[in-house]
């Protein structure tokens, strides 16, 4: 049972395709964690979450004040607003006017 010209077309663009584009993401990947690592050695922290992603925990531990995961989601979001705070240049797209509006969450 041959395979059909159509299937070997297929094949021979997969084979082609997906290491380059492997190799895209793999190289987009490292410069990111790259830029990340240089900014902890210059300023010792880094900010943890994105804006989007900091305010849907915020949501999540006020929703969710009895889950047993809350004190561990109270904790990450106080670390990375004080490591905002402390920070001259974060790692994801913040404003000065986004950082000076958080606040801590009591624990």
Known sequence: MALSTVAWVTMLLAIL???GVAGAILIRSLR?????LELL???GNIDSYPPRALQ????W??????DPYAPEARQRYN???RSLREIDEPYYD???????????IEE
Do not use: F, G, M, Y
């Not at 990111?32 to 990340?36: A, G, V």
């Not at 849907?56 to 949501?59: F, H, T, V």
């Not at 913040?94 to 801590?104: D, K, V």
């Open 79 to 81: 670390e990375c607003v």
């Open 56 to 59: 849907e925990l915020r949501e």
């Open 32 to 36: 990111t964690e790259d830029r990340k």
């Open 94 to 104: 913040w404003s000065a006017e986004q950082i000076e509006a958080l606040e801590t």
């Open 41 to 43: 050695r210059e300023q």
């Open 61 to 66: 531990v006020q929703t969710n004040p009895n």
């Open 17 to 19: 395709a997906l290491p």
